[in-house]
Nanobody, 125 residues
């Protein structure tokens, strides 16, 4: 299971840190990351961490978040954190944590096998 936290209401220009904790199984050698879905839109890639070897992970960020967000993997790979800064109203969406094994295309939702329930992020202008 994946449980997200850290969403909320923030003004434009503010920051939020989203957390995702895994339970029930080990996700050390899985990709873990974030997608988001705004009303009336498709689910889109936000960021992910792909397992390389041992405790090494490679991070990927969507172009829209580069330069203002970071992703980190901790707790032996069973937690992932997304720090978002300089938030914009267009960042408003439900943010989902996802995990998948053998992810080839990290930006594709169908590559992920496990999903959290989502956490709402609302950015006011």
């Amino acid at each position: 299971q994946l449980v997200e936290s850290g969403g909320g209401l923030v003004q434009a220009g503010g920051s939020l840190r989203l957390s995702c904790a895994a339970s029930g199984r080990t996700f050390t050698n899985y990709a873990m990351g974030w997608f988001r879905q705004a009303p009336g839109k498709e689910r889109e890639f936000v960021a992910t961490t792909k397992w390389i070897r041992g405790s090494a992970y490679e991070g990927y960020l969507a172009d829209s978040l580069k330069g203002r967000s970071t992703i980190a993997r901790e707790n032996a790979g069973n937690a992932v954190y997304l720090q978002m800064n300089s938030l914009k109203p267009e960042d408003t969406a439900v943010y989902y944590c996802a995990a998948g094994r053998g992810v080839g295309s990290p930006e594709k939702p169908h590559e992920y096998d496990y999903w959290g329930q989502g956490t709402q992020v609302t950015v006011s202008s």
